[in-house]
């Protein structure tokens, strides 16, 4: 940064606004206030004009007083035989997708879990042959 443009920027210490934000209400309160006060007969002209017809009021009074519906998948049951193998755990969602059982949205969540244990199996296996090694080198 130049020897110029340095001199326009605020020191340390030194506020860039040191008369602060002026007392009373600002605008937007003013605004809310103002409204407020006519809040009821605004709601009931809405209401009026929503049961005529208007969807332009209706969507403004569903939009405010009902959440989102957010997408909400079935819960599925999936057997996976105790004991299998991580890949034969992996086919057995794969095959769950192909017969129609599983959305494959559910089953990449799911592979990607057993992804997450294959990835600790190996971690919790290498510590075990460290130690192993460890302890047949006396330390």
């Known amino acids: 940064m130049s020897k110029k443009e340095s001199a326009s920027v605020w020191q340390p210490g030194q506020s860039g606004n040191p008369k602060g934000r002026p007392p009373g209400p600002s605008e937007t309160g003013r605004l809310r206030a103002a409204i407020s006060e006519h ?12 049961r005529g017809g208007d969807t332009q009021a209706a969507r403004l009074l569903l939009e ?26 992996g086919e057995a969602i794969v095959r769950a997708v192909a017969d129609g059982l599983l959305a494959p949205g559910q089953a990449g969540a799911l592979l990607t879990g057993l992804g997450s244990v294959a990835r600790l199996k190996e971690v919790d296996e290498l510590t075990k042959r460290l130690e192993a090694l460890e302890k047949a080198a006396g330390k």
């Open 39 to 50: 809040l009821p007969e605004i709601i009931a002209q809405l209401v009026d004009k929503a």
């Open 64 to 89: 405010r007083v009902l959440p989102p519906v957010k997408p909400v998948e079935a819960t599925v049951t999936l057997e996976l035989v105790d004991g299998a193998s991580l890949t034969e755990q």
